[in-house]
């Protein structure tokens, strides 16, 4: 188990300033959803937890220690990232994907052993895409290859994964069955952080909620902490519904469209 | 438990059991080929004085290694390039490097009055220069574009080549006729038997980039899905990248100052092994070098041997690459020009 922690981290692309001093935790055992509107810094946030970008301040500490200090092998067996989107450049097979997550446990001229095989085979078990193996990557649905990816990240045996909109593809089956299964992942201990556009499913599934706008945290906290009406009108620009629901009892937001929000103007008419 | 997914370690060793059995039958075949048919075995054991012998240990054998040792180096350096940039049509050749390497290892050997010896030094550094500095170039422009849109990269290529065919042909319009003689041959490509010291040179350099490039054989797998999937994955990208063009650049450096620009070796090949082997770089790199090395010096016999005259090999390996690029283009459309991503 590890806990991952940004200390006012701040982080520019050219002249434009895409985090300033954002403070952030993953903790074990939980789910942290990285909510905000486009262009809020949430992706710029995930890449720096995860590494993948050195912060132009702060800094970012695993257990204490600074991220900046661990060799990229290490990392790689720590933090498992995945970005987006995924586009291998050549053909490239399920289980060969997969077994690409143990890059961090395998040396340079190394093959994989009996132990990266059965951990490829647990992480392939786990997201129940061993029938999967052998079919080539491109040939799967939205779905599949989320699972594949995620496959791949379970494969890296790292306690901290990051996640940015692994549901931005799916329809709502899809996007339940992989959140059931990260918040499973969670609940074994391993820390887990989401970006998350749709915000019903933040509300559903995270632990916890940190709210971006132009790269600074508005909020941080539970999600019925977080997703209050005013707050969420003023970040996204937009007039929104937001109550708890009657079956979760978690809080659902829902946008207003321009002919509702004239007609709630207007008042109810006779 | 059993696991549902095999290694690959067994493959591997068939590659390169397949690649060098391949190899040794096309070299087989490339020595008893020519003006003269030769039966290799008994050649190899008459007397010194005998004419077979004289002409596959004098003339056939130096060439066929050159050959190969060329083949090797561009095949492997094509099929990292590929791997690195994420795109099928990159090679050293395509990209420049070649180019680069060619007009550097040239400006040294006509400028400088190099005796043999420190021309062995000097060219081999020259071109190595180039190649290095075209690679920082493909970087660089590979770097700024955010995302390398390979057809910035192609076009880069694009002058570079143009830019060393110019300089070639400027050179032997007005230099001295004995410096530059031949030198026209390094447009098109032509394998240039210029001693052993020079074999010996390409053949180290051939050893050490393709050790560095099996080295990260891995790493450009990961680097395939992505930087950014790569980066998650523990893989220092801005480290293999260095790596990478440091080993293309040692590799051309050793095949230019022998050969010239043969062009499509490095486009083709790679293809070829990914065809049978799959994409994974621990089979492709492997099986770039030893089918790189077989498809020269299947080439290079047939430049000597198709006509009374002997063509250069850029010649056939241009013939055989120009509508095998072409075929790539149509199949990869808009994709392998990446821009619509």
Known sequence: ?270 | MSPAVPSGRGVAWRIHLAGAAALAVVVLAALATGPVRIDPVAAWFAPADDPAHVILVGARAPRILLAALVGASLGAAGAALQALLRNPLACPHVLGISGGAALFAILASVALPLGASAALAVVPGAAFAGALATAALVHAVAATAGAPTPTTLLLTGVVFNALAAAMITFVDAIADPSRARGILSWVIGAITVRGLPWAALAASTLAAGALLLLGSARDLNALALGEESAAGLGVGVERVRRRVYLAVALLVAGAVPVSGMVGFVGLIVPHLVRSFAGGDQRRVVPGAIWGGAAFLVAADTLARSLLPTELPVGVVTALCGGPFFLHLLRREGRSALGDAG
Not at chain 1, 73 to 86: D, M
Not at chain 1, 207 to 219: F, I, K, N, P, T
């Open chain 1, 1 to 270: 188990m590890s806990r991952l922690e940004a200390r006012g981290v701040g982080l520019r692309y050219g002249r434009r300033e895409a985090l300033g001093a954002v403070d952030a935790v993953v903790a074990p055992g939980s789910i942290l959803g990285i909510i905000g509107p486009n262009g809020s810094g949430k992706s710029s946030l995930l890449r720096v937890l995860s590494g993948i970008r050195r912060p132009d301040a702060g800094q970012v500490l695993v257990d204490g220690r600074p991220l900046a200090g661990l060799a990229d092998r290490e990392r790689g067996r720590t933090i498992a990232f995945v970005p987006q989107e995924t586009h291998p450049a050549f053909p490239i097979r399920v289980r060969e994907m997969v077994l690409l997550g143990r890059a961090p446990h395998v040396g340079p001229f190394g093959w994989e052993g009996p132990a990266d095989l059965r951990a490829a085979h647990e992480a392939m078990r786990r997201t129940e895409t061993l029938d999967l193996a052998e079919r080539p990557l491109d040939q799967l649905s939205g779905g599949e290859r989320q699972r594949v990816v995620l496959a791949r990240a379970l494969a890296q045996e790292a306690p901290i994964l990051l996640l940015d909109e692994p549901t931005a593809f799916l329809d709502l089956r899809h996007a339940v069955v992989l959140l059931d299964l990260v918040r499973d992942l969670a609940r074994e201990g391993r820390s887990v952080g989401l970006v998350v556009h749709d915000l019903n499913l933040a509300s559903m599934y995270c632990d916890r909620l940190l709210l971006l706008s132009r790269g600074a945290v508005v909020a941080e906290g539970t999600p019925d902490e977080v997703l209050t009406w005013v707050r969420l009108c003023s970040v996204y620009g937009t007039e929104l519904y937001v109550a708890p629901n009657d079956v979760t009892g978690k809080t659902v937001v829902l946008p207003l469209s321009k002919e509702h929000l004239e007609r709630l103007h207007r008042g109810p008419r006779a």
